[in-house]
């Protein structure tokens, strides 16, 4: 509810008598709580609850004396406090609990118990939905965004008798909000949920406005105008991670969905770290392809297939993860070695990352000298995937240099960006690698069929060095591929303004005139046959 002595007044004091995690809430104005106390005075026991059950209220609404609001909106769920009190906070409430006090004017002393908090939230602000979290669960846990897929136990019950009337344990529910996920309320659901950890479990408390109206649902068995409760517990967070994206690739070619998530942030990356893998399973449709079995590899250097480089690059210490491959030339060359057709649809792994060594930081070596290094070795590792056909890990060891070698980088403690490499030697190395790795990435991207990402690496180079001929020559490919002829023909003018002789070039404009004529053709017979068609 807030710091202590903003909820406290001076004259109250306060001592704790058993500690709880600072990490756990404590009850704000409105929940439900629920205490044991006993009270005394110059040391006699006046009176006490232990001899029954917790008392319970909401705190704030002036249901018990000023002192308990006060008090109780200080502690922690488990927490147990003393508490001194003057007479005038002991005020208010039902007489039961004031009349054994002195009214001479004598501090009393509360010992309390925070047994029970129950929060409770007007979800819309309108009344119409109550949510009752009845326990928070763990106390370091991450709570479901949006986007998330969850494991939750679900209960819809009439609110005014109790009859239950759908229940589901470990059902699937998925964090978008224009899904329904085959329950009521799957909005207020889903609204509810951020606020859950694992293991949280809640009630809410819909009314009939929110439910099902004035017409009810006969399939559900929900009369007319009725409120229902649906009680909900979360068991468990699929995380997905789009893997391929973090390998420099275009989006969704390798999703990951953590079906046993890991709450650490190290993965073994691509920089060559030894990890040791289990390959569970790996379905296409409800084929089974494969028998489990382990591997150990070194992430990065192509013993594994694109697929499972770009996954267990991805993976944490423990994690249990399906892998959901939508491309059918990541699965080889490369362990497993799965033959897939090319229209066979997608391959789902289901892997488990039992082990992996120290990974290398992800700005890599803090001495310039030694991240220059690295970063040549890095880019060598590129050209050797290269050669051999992966054009996909290749792409990933060039951006790799790139990320490691920015102009620019926060030092640690500092609020503002510093030149990274400042002696002249450094600073061309790191520039020379930079170029070269762009230059590479383009390469990649024309051998992979990413024409207009090829002509923007092309893009970058030519700012530094505007005649770059080698530059030049892959953005005109890129401008063909991506039927931009205009540009395409410009740039390969420009090459032979500055070498004459070029071959390469003068070959490339007769290509680009050629299939700029072939497009427009194309564009003709189907300009044609859609007027006959509207003409028909």
């Known amino acids: ?13 306060k001592e704790e008598v058993k500690k709880v995690n600072f990490i756990r809430r404590q009850p704000k104005k409105g929940d439900e709580v629920e205490i044991h106390y006993h009270v005394s005075a110059s040391g006699v026991l006046l009176d006490t609850s232990l001899n029954g059950d917790p008392i ?39 007489q039961q609990f004031l009349a054994k006090l002195p009214d001479d004017g004598e501090e009393v002393v509360y010992e309390i118990e925070l047994v029970q908090v129950v929060g409770i939230v007007d979800l819309f602000g309108d009344g119409n939905v109550i949510e009752r979290i009845h326990d928070d669960g763990e106390e370091y846990g991450f709570s479901p965004k949006d986007g998330d897929e969850l494991l939750i136990d679900y209960e819809l019950s009439l609110k005014s008798s ?13 964090m978008l909000k224009h899904l329904d996920n085959g329950v009521l309320c799957s909005k ?46 979360l068991l468990q967070i699929y995380e997905f991670e789009d893997a391929g994206k973090k390998a420099f690739w275009e989006p969704d070619l390798v999703q990951k969905k953590a079906i046993k998530p890991e709450r650490c942030r190290l993965c073994p990356g691509f920089d ?36 499972l480089e770009a996954a ?20 080889a060359p490369g362990k497993p070695n799965l033959q897939v057709p090319p229209d066979a649809g997608h391959v789902v792994y289901k ?40 054009y996909r890990l290749a792409h990933e060891r060039y951006s790799r240099v790139i990320q490691l070698l920015p102009v620019y980088r926060k030092p640690p403690g500092s609020t503002s ?17 930079r170029r070269s790795s762009r230059l590479n990435l383009a390469a990649c991207a024309l051998k992979l069929g990413l024409h207009y990402a090829a002509a923007r690496y092309c893009d970058e180079v030519l700012k530094e060095e505007p005649k770059n001929i080698k530059a030049l020559y892959r953005r005109a490919q890129g401008h063909m591929g991506s039927y931009d002829f205009q540009d395409a023909a410009k740039d390969c003018k420009k090459i032979m303004e500055l070498e004459p002789e070029n071959k390469d070039a003068r070959l490339l404009l007769v290509k680009v005139k050629q299939a700029e004529k072939e497009a427009a053709k194309m564009q003709r017979e189907e300009f044609g046959a859609s007027l006959l068609r509207k003409l028909a």
């Not at 147990?80 to 002991?90: A, G, N």
Request: charged share 30%.
């Open 56 to 94: 319970r209220f909401n705190l704030g609404t002036g249901m018990v004396m000023e002192a308990w609001d006060r008090v109780v909106a200080t502690m922690r769920k488990g927490e147990i406090s003393k508490f001194t009190v003057p007479e005038m906070y002991r005020t208010g409430g039902p």
């Open 417 to 433: 960006n510093q030149e990274v490499f400042t002696e002249w030697v450094e600073k061309k190395t790191a520039e020379e690698l």
């Open 1 to 13: 509810m807030g710091k202590d002595e903003e909820v406290l007044p001076a004259d109250i004091k």
């Open 351 to 390: 892997l488990e990352m039992l082990d992996f060594g120290s990974p290398q930081p992800e700005e890599g070596p803090s001495e310039n000298l030694l991240l220059l290094n690295f970063a040549k070795k890095v880019k060598e590792k590129g050209s050797e995937h290269f050669k051999n056909g992966r």
């Open 188 to 233: 207020a659901i889903q609204k509810s949920l951020v606020n859950y950890k694992l293991n949280s479990c809640g009630t809410l408390v819909v009314r009939a406005d929110y439910a099902c109206g004035d017409a009810g649902d006969e399939k559900l068995g929900i009369p007319p105008k009725a409120d229902v409760a649906i009680k909900l517990k």
């Open 272 to 307: 060559g770290t030894w990890c040791k893998v289990k390959i569970l399973g790996a379905k296409l449709g409800e084929e089974e392809l494969l028998e489990e079995q382990i591997i150990e590899t070194t992430v990065g250097q192509g013993e594994l297939c694109d697929a």
């Open 162 to 174: 109790g009859q239950v009337l759908d229940k589901r344990e470990g059902m699937d529910f998925r």
């Open 312 to 331: 267990c690059a991805a993976m944490r210490k423990g994690e249990i993860s399906l892998v959901t491959v939508k491309d059918p030339t990541l699965h």
